[in-house]
């Protein structure tokens, strides 16, 4: 594959390297052509175990049938050699693995870029909601939270930077859950129910159906606002 345009993040050491001795060992996890997809570092039966993330599943079962190795390529050595060597494999096989936590995945410089001039948009436009909403001038907040909002989706919309076996799996779905949450009360407290609702339906529409406390809190917040738009 030709990454050429492409960064990666962060210094290896040599996985070779002297080690301390102690009860941590780094292991990896491969598919039956040799081809290492995931590094890790753990004691007793961490290698075997799968209590993993869901884009793990993903891709053993969606890209390898369920069919993977695992090996253990340094053991009895300190938990903190173990970073190091763990760091020294996801360097090598930066191009291959799909962990979540590393600072070696390759990825396009220029959309890597643009997603982050987004996000910081988005958090800057955000940070300057809170404090208007803080300072009482809820009708500036609120159109402060609307831009933040439309900045937050266009960053999502570019996070597809990823390169190597990350770009196999699904964009994750991480929802701007405190924006929505300060944006909807802001909304109520104003009295702006239909445009409550309409920020719910919007939110969910763009990011899918959560359970976490900000999302439910919405949902009935969307809830008591219907009961208050004249039918």
Same mark, same amino acid.
């Given at each position: 594959m030709d990454f050429k345009g492409t960064i990666t993040m962060g210094c290896p050491v040599s996985i070779d390297e002297?080690?301390?001795p102690g009860r941590h060992y780094v292991y990896v996890h491969k598919g039956f052509d040799g081809t290492i997809f995931y590094v890790g570092k753990g004691t007793g039966n961490r290698a075997y175990s799968k209590d993993r993330q869901p884009k793990w599943y993903y891709y053993v079962e969606k890209i390898? &049938? &369920?069919?993977?190795? $695992?090996?253990?390529?340094? !053991? @009895?050595?300190?938990?903190e050699d173990a970073e190091r060597v763990e760091d020294a494999l996801l360097a090598k096989y930066a191009e291959t693995v799909i962990n979540l936590q590393t600072?070696?995945?390759?990825?396009n410089t220029e959309k890597f870029l643009k997603y982050s001039d987004a996000i910081q948009?988005?958090?800057?436009?955000?940070?300057? =909601?809170? %404090?208007?909403?803080?300072? @009482? %001038?809820? !009708?500036?907040?609120?159109?402060?939270y609307e831009k933040a909002y439309e900045h937050? $989706?266009?960053? &999502?919309?570019? &996070? !597809?930077f990823h390169l190597g076996a990350r770009r196999l799996l699904p964009k994750q779905r991480i929802a701007?859950?405190?924006? =929505? !949450?300060?944006?909807?009360?802001?909304?109520?407290?104003? @009295?702006?129910?239909?445009? $409550?609702?309409?920020f719910y339906e919007r939110f969910f529409s763009d990011f899918g159906e959560g359970q976490t406390g900000v999302e439910i809190a919405l949902k009935k917040r969307a809830e008591k606002s219907r009961k208050k738009v004249p039918l």
């Open positions: 002297p080690c301390k390898l &049938n &369920n069919q993977y190795d $695992v090996e253990i390529v340094r !053991d @009895g050595i300190s938990e600072m070696h995945a390759p990825c948009i988005y958090s800057n436009t955000f940070k300057q =909601a809170t %404090k208007l909403e803080r300072e @009482g %001038k809820l !009708d500036l907040a609120i159109k402060h937050y $989706v266009e960053a &999502n919309r570019l &996070n !597809d701007p859950t405190q924006l =929505a !949450d300060h944006y909807s009360k802001c909304l109520a407290k104003q @009295g702006l129910h239909e445009q $409550v609702i309409k």
